[in-house]
């Protein structure tokens, strides 16, 4: 296991989470549209609720890069790596057209879940 890889895949994702939530939270109708999805009250309200969420997951990611213990940080990277691949089928299944952000978002979900597990693998 590289426990610097999962350090700094940590690390990435947080930003990235920490981008993504900001927006989220502030303009949510610019990922509603870019997701083609239908832009409500309910829709915007849904996805800042999610903005929040993610925001915390995007602080715990960090502080989790700073672990000390190998093996609750190789804990945390396996619950990342479900988690981030996880992301990547849900985008694509969304019921919505697909667009180039739906696929491109997707691919993020799927870029970390490959680096967690090659971290997580690699001797």
């Known amino acids: ?17 920490g981008g993504s939530a900001i927006v989220l939270i502030v303009i ?8 083609a999805l239908d832009s409500t009250n309910q829709m915007q ?3 800042r609720m999610i903005g929040v969420t993610v ?21 945390v ?12 089928i849900l985008t694509l299944l969304i019921p919505a057209e697909l667009t ?4 491109f978002y997707a691919a993020i979900g799927f870029a ?3 680096s967690y597990l090659i971290n997580l693998i690699k001797n």
Do not use: H, Y
């Not at 296991?1 to 989470?17: D, E, H, W």
């Not at 990277?77 to 990547?88: C, D, H």
């Open 45 to 47: 309200w849904s996805m």
């Open 77 to 88: 990277a396996q619950v990342m790596f479900i988690s981030a691949a996880s992301l990547g």
């Open 100 to 103: 180039w952000f739906t696929c």
């Open 28 to 35: 949510p109708s610019i990922f509603i549209d870019l997701l």
């Open 112 to 114: 970390f879940a490959i």
């Open 1 to 17: 296991m590289r426990v610097n890889g999962v350090r700094k895949t940590l690390k990435a994702g947080s930003v990235v989470f």
């Open 55 to 75: 925001f915390a997951l995007a602080g715990n990611m960090w502080q989790n890069s700073e672990q000390i213990s190998v093996t609750r940080l190789m804990q």
